[in-house]
């Protein structure tokens, strides 16, 4: 197992120079006095394919040679990792196939295939390791790469690209974070964020959030070793439905975040609500949840400098226009 350190998130930062969108860290009198805090949030959702996963991706085929390419790569994902897979893949001219859930959000679907993935299907019910398992057996039939979603050095260390540009952006306005909040399924992207915001703020707080009832990495980090959630499916949140948290990035996050927070589905439709309305932004349920805990944790942390890092917007129009009405 290798551990992705900062200079690998920096190397990362060269590679998708220009292939990436730098996302801007944004803020909002309105936030601001809604919740007491000095907010920001960086958001990933106006990332190329609608999240972070995109970074993490570009990056780890930028790692592989030419013969491995030749090969074509193959990913596991419920969505997003997905669009960012078959993306990349269609940049660097490599053939990509993706395993998806049956129900994966059709939106998800349609823009994975649109960047020319070929999609199977698994019944999520069955559970992630029949995920893992089909995706491996493709890959060994293939003899093509697997980019996991959050077990791979090269895929965290995209990831925590995002975290330096919020630390630039920060350093730039004089601020240092009390706190930084993270979206969190199977931890890459906390992990990548966590190394990039402790290498330029060492006494910030990060915390990984997830939505309740899979906050596996909540446990984890209270108990101090990986435990599994119990179910695989009864989220709105379906880009943090992980079963439990990746080895690599555990590695990282039991050293750097301060704790988990939990979220109620209701609480990130609030926050989608809250950031259309605000700053017209459009998340999806997971992408929102570190916005949630803002919101629900404001009144504890009142005066203090928080950073959201909103992971994504692929969020299919019936479910947004629901919750925007207020419906779901």
Same mark, same amino acid.
């Given at each position: 197992?290798?551990?992705?350190?900062?200079?690998? /998130?920096?190397?990362?930062?060269?590679?998708?120079?220009?292939?990436?969108?730098?996302?801007?860290?944004?803020?909002?009198?309105?936030?601001?006095?809604?919740?007491?805090?000095?907010?920001?949030? !960086?958001?990933?959702?106006?990332? /190329?394919?609608?999240?972070?996963?995109?970074?993490?991706?570009?990056?780890?085929?930028?790692?592989?040679?030419?013969?491995?390419?030749?090969?074509?790569?193959?990913?596991?994902?419920?969505?997003?990792?997905?669009?960012?897979?078959?993306?990349?893949?269609?940049?660097?001219?490599?053939?990509?196939?993706?395993?998806? @859930?049956?129900? $994966?959000?059709?939106? !998800?679907?349609?823009?994975?295939?649109?960047?020319?993935?070929?999609?199977?299907?698994?019944?999520?019910?069955?559970?992630?390791?029949?995920?893992?398992?089909?995706?491996?057996?493709?890959?060994?039939?293939?003899?093509?790469?697997?980019?996991?979603?959050?077990?791979?050095?090269?895929?965290?260390?995209?990831?925590?690209?995002?975290?330096?540009?919020?630390?630039?952006?920060?350093?730039?306005?004089?601020?240092?974070?009390?706190?930084?909040?993270?979206?969190?399924?199977?931890?890459?992207?906390?992990?990548? &964020?966590?190394?990039?915001?402790?290498?330029?703020?060492?006494?910030?707080?990060?915390?990984?959030?997830?939505?309740?009832?899979?906050?596996?990495?909540?446990?984890?980090?209270?108990?101090?070793? @990986?435990?599994?959630?119990?179910?695989?499916? #009864?989220? $709105?949140?379906?880009?943090?439905?992980?079963?439990? @948290?990746?080895?690599?990035?555990?590695?990282?996050?039991?050293?750097?975040?301060?704790?988990?927070?939990? /979220?109620?589905?209701?609480?990130?439709?609030?926050?989608?609500?809250?950031?259309?309305?605000?700053? !017209?932004?459009?998340?999806?349920?997971? #992408?929102?949840?570190?916005?949630?805990?803002?919101?629900?944790?404001?009144?504890?942390?009142?005066?203090?400098?928080?950073?959201? &890092?909103?992971?994504? #917007?692929?969020?299919?129009?019936?479910?947004?226009?629901?919750?925007?009405?207020?419906?779901?």
């Amino acid at each position: 197992m290798r551990i992705p350190q900062i200079d690998d /998130v920096r190397a990362a930062a060269a590679a998708l120079e220009g292939r990436a969108v730098r996302t801007p860290l944004l803020r909002s009198d309105a936030l601001d006095a809604l919740t007491g805090l000095k907010l920001f949030l !960086k958001p990933e959702c106006l990332q /190329v394919t609608g999240s972070f996963k995109f970074r993490g991706a570009y990056n780890a085929l930028s790692r592989l040679d030419g013969q491995a390419r030749q090969r074509g790569v193959v990913a596991s994902s419920s969505g997003n990792h997905a669009q960012g897979v078959a993306e990349a893949a269609r940049l660097f001219g490599v053939r990509s196939t993706i395993v998806m @859930p049956a129900d $994966a959000p059709a939106l !998800k679907v349609e823009r994975t295939r649109r960047s020319g993935a070929r999609v199977i299907f698994y019944d999520r019910h069955g559970g992630y390791a029949d995920r893992d398992r089909l995706a491996d057996q493709v890959a060994r039939e293939e003899g093509a790469a697997m980019i996991h979603p959050f077990e791979n050095a090269d895929v965290i260390a995209g990831q925590g690209t995002a975290g330096l540009e919020l630390c630039q952006s920060l350093a730039e306005r004089g601020l240092t974070p009390d706190r930084v909040l993270v979206c969190t399924g199977g931890g890459g992207l906390t992990a990548g &964020i966590a190394l990039a915001v402790h290498a330029s703020f060492p006494l910030a707080k990060v915390h990984s959030v997830e939505p309740e009832g899979f906050d596996d990495y909540r446990r984890s980090l209270a108990g101090g070793r @990986p435990v599994a959630n119990d179910q695989h499916t #009864g989220s $709105a949140c379906d880009a943090l439905l992980s079963n439990s @948290p990746g080895a690599t990035g555990f590695a990282i996050n039991r050293e750097h975040v301060a704790g988990g927070l939990v /979220v109620s589905d209701a609480e990130a439709f609030d926050a989608m609500r809250v950031a259309f309305r605000e700053l !017209k932004l459009v998340l999806e349920p997971g #992408g929102a949840v570190s916005l949630a805990a803002a919101l629900k944790h404001a009144a504890a942390w009142r005066g203090e400098t928080v950073a959201c &890092i909103l992971s994504g #917007g692929n969020v299919d129009p019936e479910l947004f226009a629901r919750v925007l009405a207020g419906a779901a």
